[in-house]
């Protein structure tokens, strides 16, 4: 076994999904490169999506502050894939994904109206972590419920005092965790449990 599947398999995948992992990670940190004329044009907007333009409901979530931020989120995306990764098929993790962006975009329209523009990936990686938990939990393995724990204090900790403290000095918008959090159970829930997983 060469060292690069030893590396994969030990980050939860082959070289196919690898290679998504690379992907992603490489697309948000050229996002971010982009800089402000970048994240003007992708971050969400309250008054751009008011007039029209739907596509920062997506674009958001995959732009970010700067790179430190940036990297922090591939660092989480590389930790919810080692993981989760094989809990669901790709098709489902997309409507985990999906449900949590659309979680996200719906709270923070809704009950977060002074809230006026809003990016990062974290919202949906709480998102991921929720579906995760599930999926343990419903297979009866003992870390369901040390994630469940987790989980559930960090979200509690952020809606009680604010973010963490190793959180860095940005501001961090916690009820997008909240909401991507619950999107991504939700979506989980209604998936229930998956067939043929990775």
Known sequence: ???????????????????TLLALCALLLLLTLTGDAGRALLRYDRAA??????????????IHLDLHHA??????????????????????????????????DAGLALWDSTLRWYVGSSGVLHGVMAAGTLAHLRRRERDGWLLAAFL?????WEQGVGSLPLSGSDPVVVDAHLFGAAGGLAAAAFLGRARKPL
């Open 1 to 19: 076994m060469n060292r690069v599947t030893r590396v994969l398999r030990l980050l939860n995948c082959d070289a196919t999904y690898g290679r």
């Open 49 to 62: 999506l008011a007039s029209g333009e739907l596509w920062r409901l997506v674009t958001a979530h995959l």
């Open 71 to 104: 990297l922090l989120n591939c660092l989480g995306t590389a930790l919810m894939w080692i993981l989760f990764a094989r809990d669901y098929p790709p098709r489902q993790w997309l409507i985990v994904v999906l449900g949590s962006i659309a979680a996200i």
């Open 152 to 156: 559930a204090g960090k979200l509690l």
